[in-house]
């Protein structure tokens, strides 16, 4: 697992996961006051208005005032009426939906906004995992060329050229790993990888310039470099760190 994809499940589980679960307790909080506002307010009311319009019908009118009771029975219970309907659309459905509707705008700001963050930082980790990378690959084909050039020294057509080729390739080499050891931070194991597959390699180019040029030295190089090789994979062993195959990536 690469550093990006283990920096982005990171965002992912410990940002952008319990903004969910709280933008999700807020909407739960929303119903929540609704039912409130329901069974503490506007269901007494309704109870009370039940009630009241039970005893306007069976209240006996007085004839008197021309049934003035039951007129003044019946507006109260419309104007509660009135007042329970106020507040089971103001105060129910009006207030759940204001809760819920800001609730979703600024979750959907805050997420955007997360979002963008997060592209950003993968961004810069993934450009710098890819320059670290491409040190790391630079090291190691520095260290082959070096070893290849050495390795042909014997060999009289390439000696002149090998030489330079050798120490640039060797000052190289050490750039590469220091600023790879410093930049990125690069554990010994992933150094050694890379390092072992430039040997791995440079033993078999040594092979193969050894029987085209029949050179003796150089195919003494080329066992040198194997048993730095098998030396390498026996110091490795009890460390579970491993070197990679000539095409694995180290």
Do not use: D, H
């Not at 909407?27 to 306007?56: D, F, G």
């Not at 690959?137 to 020294?153: G, N, Y």
């Not at 310039?209 to 029949?214: H, K, Y």
């Amino acid at each position: 697992m690469t550093i990006c994809t283990e920096i982005g499940r990171w965002i992912e589980e410990n940002i952008e996961e319990p903004l969910e679960r709280f933008f999700e307790a807020w909407l739960e909080l929303c119903e929540e006051i609704r039912r409130w506002v329901e069974e503490e307010i506007r269901r007494p009311i309704e109870v009370w208005r039940e009630q009241q319009e039970r005893r306007c019908r069976e209240e006996k009118c007085y004839w008197l005032c021309l049934c003035c009771n039951k007129l003044i029975c019946w507006f109260i219970t419309t104007l509660v009426k009135v007042i329970e309907w106020v507040i089971e659309i103001v105060g129910e459905w009006l207030v759940e939906t204001i809760c819920k509707l800001v609730a979703i705008i600024i979750r959907v700001i805050v997420m955007v906004i997360v979002t963008i963050l997060k592209w950003i930082v993968i961004a810069i980790i993934c450009i710098l995992e890819a320059l670290c990378a491409a040190i790391m690959w630079a090291a190691a084909l520095a260290i082959l060329f070096a070893l290849v050039s050495i390795a042909a020294i014997p060999i009289p057509v390439l000696m002149l050229m090998t030489w330079p080729v050798a120490l640039a390739a060797i000052a190289a080499a050490i750039t590469a790993l220091l600023v790879a050891r410093f930049l990125c931070q690069t554990g010994w194991c992933k150094v050694i990888r890379y390092i072992g597959w430039a040997f791995k390699w440079a033993t078999i180019l040594s092979a193969l310039m050894a029987l085209v040029f029949v050179a003796i030295g150089t195919g003494m190089f080329m066992a040198i470099y194997g048993g730095i090789v098998a030396a390498i994979m026996i110091a490795l062993e009890p460390t579970g760190c491993k070197l990679p195959g000539l095409f694995e990536r180290p």
